[in-house]
């Protein structure tokens, strides 16, 4: 069951509501990303526990893989994984998976005992580093580049590590691989700095200002410190005027399903309601009105992904100057740090930037203004210019 590039398919033999045996072949990358067969996996587990079996018995690698991103984790399916979670996991677990298959003759000459049924099986701890050394320094990137950055590796490392403690947990593997791979965290002095100055921001805004779209969607991401995520997600019904507070609110739904309601100012509600009037739609608050708050050129949502890239193009090219010494690109991440700093500047607690930005852990809020209050706190402004 070699699967070596990602056109090749994937015998996965599974049971159906008549319990029985059916045979599906599929381009495996297209099998992990639909959901609907978990439910004849686990109609397999439960025959293989039903006779005092291990219940993953004769389960295949890539029935394991798909098993480990599907499986319900929750009682409440809301606080489940979710579809962007499953993505980055099927990305991550594909890619493992495709180049353990192009390193498979290695590995069948660098083992003793090669489990022809099962790569997972037969791989060892030094197959992991290896595969870690690959994703640091050789594999192509888009962009041209080799090797996968800090935050990325990081990332990719925490995904793989869980999906092979959970595969020696389950006894479908006996050796503990997860603890093969070397640390990847990314300590703080190494987060690049993203800090952009109220100039820079300004001059990105009116820079736009001719453009409904940008215009409102820079306005925002700059005065809310929201994710790209959550503006994505969003739609027109849920801005709401609290006339206790006297003002405009965006509910949103951020990591961990958490609920917050982000302060809309005037001046963003401004810009949002001429977006919509140009576009054609009613600039009216209104609770049924479920069109998202930014859509495409054809009215539709974007992913949160596309809508990331779509600004961090924008930005890009306005072409100025100070870009060039940002560290990479300027992505709507950056205008959270912003509005960290800003809010810092202007004088707000750090409670109240933690809660705003719905940091579970105030550390979270401190690193995005490390630098600014080192600068705030240098010893070298109480030393008199004129001393010297």
Same mark, same amino acid.
């Given at each position: ?10 015998? &996965? ?18 099998? $992990? ?43 409440? !399916? =809301? ?13 991550? $677990? ?5 180049? +353990? ?5 290695? &590995? ?50 925490? !995904? ?6 959970? $595969?020696?947990? !389950?006894?479908? &593997? ?17 987060? *690049? ?5 109220? =100039? ?18 820079? /306005? ?7 994710? &790209?995520? =959550? ?51 009613? *600039? ?6 479920? /069109? ?30 100070? +870009? ?65």
């Amino acid at each position: 069951m070699l699967m070596e590039t990602k056109q090749s398919s994937t015998v &996965i033999h599974l049971y159906n509501q008549e319990q029985k045996l059916t045979v599906l072949k599929k381009n495996f990358i297209d099998f $992990l990303n639909e959901d609907q067969y978990y439910n004849a996996l686990s109609i397999i587990m439960d025959d293989n526990e039903r006779n005092e079996h291990i219940p993953y018995t004769n389960f295949t690698d890539e029935m394991m893989i798909y098993t480990f991103i599907h499986k319900p984790s929750h009682l409440h !399916v =809301e606080y489940d994984k979710k579809e962007n979670t499953k993505k980055e996991y099927i990305r991550d $677990l594909y890619q493992f998976y495709t180049h +353990l298959h192009k390193e498979s003759s290695f &590995i069948k000459q660098d083992v003793q005992h090669y489990n022809d049924a099962s790569l997972l099986k037969s791989i060892q701890p030094r197959h992991m580093k290896r595969y870690q050394q690959w994703l640091k320094n050789e594999v192509p990137l888009r962009n041209g580049k080799v090797g996968y950055g800090r935050a990325t590796l990081a990332r990719k490392v925490v !995904v793989l590590k869980s999906f092979f403690k959970w $595969l020696y947990e !389950v006894d479908y &593997i006996e050796r503990k691989l997860h603890t093969a791979f070397l640390s990847s965290e990314v300590h703080k002095e190494d987060r *690049p700095d993203r800090y952009l100055s109220y =100039e820079e921001v300004k001059q990105l805004i009116d820079y736009y200002a001719y453009h409904p779209l940008h215009h409102a969607l820079l /306005t925002l991401l700059a005065t809310t410190g929201l994710r &790209i995520q =959550e503006v994505a997600t969003a739609a027109w019904r849920d801005i709401y005027y609290d006339s206790r507070q006297g003002a405009f609110y965006l509910k949103v739904k951020g990591k961990r399903n958490e609920v917050r309601h982000a302060l809309i100012k005037q001046i963003v509600m401004d810009r949002l309601q001429t977006l919509r009037q140009r576009k054609g739609l009613s *600039p009216l608050l209104d609770p049924s009105d479920d /069109t998202p708050l930014f859509t495409t050129n054809r009215g539709n949502s974007y992913h949160f992904s596309d809508l990331s890239k779509y600004v961090t193009k924008i930005i890009k090219q306005t072409q100025f100057p100070f +870009l060039q010494y940002k560290q990479g690109n300027v992505t709507p991440h950056w205008f959270r740090h912003y509005f960290a700093q800003e809010a810092h500047k202007q004088g707000a607690p750090l409670l109240f930037i933690q809660q705003t930005l719905a940091h579970k852990k105030v550390e979270t809020t401190e690193i995005y203004l490390k630098e600014m209050m080192k600068k705030e706190n240098d010893a070298a402004q109480y030393l008199r210019d004129d001393q010297y």
